[in-house]
């Protein structure tokens, strides 16, 4: 009695193999279905990579397929040694956005940079009297006209944030305030971290400062470490730049 199809039961083990199968003779209408939606998986641009997430069972036979959407400018930390057997990355071939970190970079490791550009806030005013220095927005504060008076010197995150809770025990930044002088010698006479002297041991290069330069500019560079909790080594010194 000749079979009209032929089931598993009916075959042995092992006893078809690939070379008693015609070429073509197996059509997409006689395998299973797998559940997996006719689509394309993979790919994405512009910042945002598009993964194909891909399930087999034991035998290896795919069961299902998704695409996964990530973000390239979402990660929290990039671990470069998974980027390259060097340990090496070019950050611009990550994406060319300027803008990519807006927040904090950490780098374990020495750096080598072709150049570094750091955020100056240009005031258009002269110092003078309670200044507040934002660390997270800028490096150098510029006041480019003359001095108005005397001045001491707030540093701290910014209006919301502490630098006590923006720095790590055994960081440090340095900070640089640049002061343009006119006829009289105005000059920094004090410093403070989160609005208190408290805490801080401060030691200027040479000697402390009792005048300010005239006719000229007045730059402040002050390294700051913190060595605990609220407990900061200030480390100062003045430039005078003559007309």
């Keep these: 009695m000749a079979l009209s199809k032929i089931t598993s039961q009916s075959i042995q083990d092992e006893t078809i193999i690939p070379t008693d199968i015609l070429d073509y003779s197996i059509t997409s209408n006689q395998l299973s279905n797998t559940g997996v939606t006719a689509t394309t998986f993979?790919?994405?641009t512009s910042g945002t990579v598009v993964v194909p997430v891909i399930v087999t069972d034991?035998?290896?036979?795919i069961t299902s397929a998704a695409n996964q959407s990530l973000s390239l400018t979402s990660f929290g930390t990039v671990d470069v040694t998974a980027l390259a057997s060097s340990?090496?990355?070019?950050?611009?071939?990550l994406q060319s956005?300027?803008?990519?970190?807006?927040?904090?970079?950490t780098v374990t490791g020495t750096t080598s940079l072709a150049?570094?550009?750091?955020?100056?806030t240009v005031t258009g005013t002269g110092a003078g009297g309670a200044i507040n220095f934002d660390a997270l927005t800028?490096?150098?504060?510029?006041y480019n006209s003359s001095s108005t008076s005397n001045f001491t010197v707030n540093f701290r995150g910014d209006s919301a944030a502490t630098?006590?809770?923006?720095?790590?025990?055994?960081?440090?930044?340095?900070?640089?305030?640049?002061s343009t002088q006119g006829a009289s010698s105005f000059y920094?006479?004090?410093?403070?971290?989160?609005?208190t002297a408290t805490g801080l041991t401060t030691r200027w290069a040479s000697q402390v400062p009792a005048s300010g330069g005239t006719s000229g500019i007045d730059a402040y560079s002050i390294t700051i470490i913190k060595t605990a909790s609220a407990t900061f080594t200030v480390l100062a010194s003045i430039t005078k730049f003559v007309a």
């Design 42 to 44: 993979g790919g994405g």
């Design 58 to 61: 034991i035998a290896g036979r």
């Design 87 to 93: 340990g090496k990355v070019n950050v611009f071939s």
């Design 97 to 105: 956005n300027t803008s990519m970190f807006t927040s904090n970079l």
């Design 115 to 120: 150049q570094a550009k750091e955020k100056v």
């Design 138 to 142: 800028q490096a150098i504060v510029y």
């Design 163 to 178: 630098l006590n809770s923006v720095m790590n025990v055994g960081e440090s930044l340095t900070a640089v305030v640049v």
């Design 188 to 195: 920094l006479t004090g410093i403070t971290i989160d609005g």
